[in-house]
């Protein structure tokens, strides 16, 4: 596609659930990211991949969030047991160089509220 | 990872040109200095990077100190679209990991 495309948009929830967040890069970019971003403040690193290999998961939260990207392209974002304060707009981010000058391109973000 | 100081806001006029500081007094020498602006309800947006030189644009201009201890971003023409937070990030040359801070809001009056 043209952009970083993420679903949903927007995901209520209640507390204890399970939810699956889903990025799908610009074709053919290497680099996946995944932030986190609460109200008024800056994007908070989660996570990325180079290929299906995640290079980098010191940024989730705790041992409910987890990522994937089986085969280099579409990523998913899995927060087991979802508790209110995981409430927050959660972003995509793709690159198309394996080295730290190629530009992110983000998506729109998945908006996840908690119940 | 290296850290950024940036004011919390700035206010600027239309048509006017902004300035906005970066301060990095502990980067590296492989840290390249990268520039991200997140408009209202947007995903941030790449704006400028580089390492030693000054860079141009079709968006900003980016001037490094010579001892590379700070930077500054320069819009040259402000407009009403270009209200937005701006974030300054330090990114090594051998990390692909992008750490945003709190940014600069930068507020343009018409």
């Given at each position: 596609g043209a952009g970083v495309s993420q679903s949903p948009r927007y995901k209520v929830t209640k507390r204890g659930q399970d939810v699956a967040l889903r990025c799908d890069p610009i074709s053919g970019h290497v680099s996946l990211y995944w932030y986190r971003q609460a109200l008024g403040q800056g994007p908070e690193f989660l996570t990325y991949f180079n290929y299906e290999a995640q290079q980098d998961k010191s940024g989730l939260p705790n041992?409910?969030?987890?990522?994937?990207?089986?085969?280099?392209?579409?990523?998913?974002?899995?927060?087991?047991?979802?508790?209110?304060?995981?409430?927050?707009?959660?972003?995509c981010a793709s690159s198309n160089l394996y080295r730290t000058t190629g530009e992110l391109f983000f998506g729109e973000g998945s908006r996840l509220t908690v119940l | 990872d290296a850290k950024t100081t940036q004011p919390n806001s700035m206010e600027s006029?239309?048509?006017?040109?902004?300035?906005?500081?970066?301060?990095?007094?502990?980067?590296?020498?492989?840290?390249?200095?990268?520039?991200?602006?997140?408009?209202?309800?947007?995903?941030?947006?790449?704006?400028?990077?580089?390492?030693?030189?000054?860079?141009?644009?079709?968006m900003a201009s980016l001037a490094i100190a010579e001892d590379r201890k700070s930077s500054t971003l320069i819009l040259h023409r402000a407009t009403l679209r270009d209200a937005a937070v701006y974030y300054c990030i330090l990114r090594p040359e051998y990390g692909n990991k992008l750490v945003f801070g709190a940014g600069t809001i930068l507020r343009v009056k018409s």
């Amino acid at each position: 596609g043209a952009g970083v495309s993420q679903s949903p948009r927007y995901k209520v929830t209640k507390r204890g659930q399970d939810v699956a967040l889903r990025c799908d890069p610009i074709s053919g970019h290497v680099s996946l990211y995944w932030y986190r971003q609460a109200l008024g403040q800056g994007p908070e690193f989660l996570t990325y991949f180079n290929y299906e290999a995640q290079q980098d998961k010191s940024g989730l939260p705790n041992d409910r969030f987890s990522a994937e990207r089986p085969e280099g392209s579409i990523s998913t974002l899995t927060i087991q047991r979802t508790e209110q304060r995981d409430s927050a707009m959660y972003r995509c981010a793709s690159s198309n160089l394996y080295r730290t000058t190629g530009e992110l391109f983000f998506g729109e973000g998945s908006r996840l509220t908690v119940l | 990872d290296a850290k950024t100081t940036q004011p919390n806001s700035m206010e600027s006029n239309e048509e006017e040109p902004v300035h906005l500081p970066c301060n990095h007094s502990t980067i590296s020498g492989t840290d390249y200095i990268h520039w991200y602006r997140q408009l209202p309800s947007q995903g941030p947006e790449y704006v400028i990077h580089g390492l030693t030189s000054n860079v141009n644009n079709r968006m900003a201009s980016l001037a490094i100190a010579e001892d590379r201890k700070s930077s500054t971003l320069i819009l040259h023409r402000a407009t009403l679209r270009d209200a937005a937070v701006y974030y300054c990030i330090l990114r090594p040359e051998y990390g692909n990991k992008l750490v945003f801070g709190a940014g600069t809001i930068l507020r343009v009056k018409s």
